[in-house]
């Protein structure tokens, strides 16, 4: 089963830079789902038990442990700059969960490696399957996000979206040049590929929507954001005003 040998984690660790980058640079988070990098950090666990149980070499079992820290360090920036907590308290509750997910992620080594050495192989293809799941699931958060704000992106680098699709593209096309065809694996790759184009696709046709709006704007020496506050502060109802959240916001 090669769902989580082929998993692009690589490119999830190498996207979430860039995303990191963007949160302390901007001191805002706004927009930035942080369901979707805890379920990501939660789906590192059996991703690292699945690579180190079957003895991938050292960076397949390296780039687990990175997902988790880099989602838990995203998920610690939305606390601070999302949710008013102050770093010290934002980190403890970071390093408690990760301790936590680390005791989990030993627990499980040490439960199903006896197992995998005696030739059972089906709870780590459990393992498998729940991982890439849950990163799948991880990208279903900012489509809410986005129906708030009539299709656009906030908050998310959309450098972090592309790296992420290629590295599924990538991983699909390997399963393609397999002799045999993982069929779950490339399911479960092309429902990412179909999430990520369609947070890429939404956001651009956002800004086709909204080119008159933004030149308008431009001429005016104003953002779009500034529009948008304007147009919020005057009680105007608009097509482009943000829909309010049913848990209030």
Known sequence: MAIIEEQPVAANVLGLIPQIWSNWKTK?????????VFLWAIAAVPIGTYAIVQHFNTPLQIQPQLLCTLSLISWVQILVYGNGWSWFKASVYGITTAAIFGGAQAVL????????????????IIVGVIASILVA????????????????????????????LLGAFFSLMALVAQHDFDILGGILYIAVIILELGILGSHGIWLVRTRRVHRAA???GKTFDDVLEEKAHAG??????????????
């Open 109 to 124: 080594i040490l439960t199903l490696r006896p197992l995998y050495n005696r030739g059972i192989d089906y709870p780590m």
């Open 218 to 220: 431009a001429l005016e």
């Open 28 to 36: 805002d988070t706004d927009g930035f789902p942080p369901a979707m």
């Open 236 to 249: 105007t109802t608009w097509k482009f005003s943000e829909r309010r959240s049913y848990c209030g916001g």
């Open 137 to 164: 699931i991880g990208l279903l958060p900012p489509y809410y996000e986005m129906w708030k704000r009539r299709g656009r992106v906030v908050g998310i680098s959309l450098w972090f979206i592309f790296i992420d």
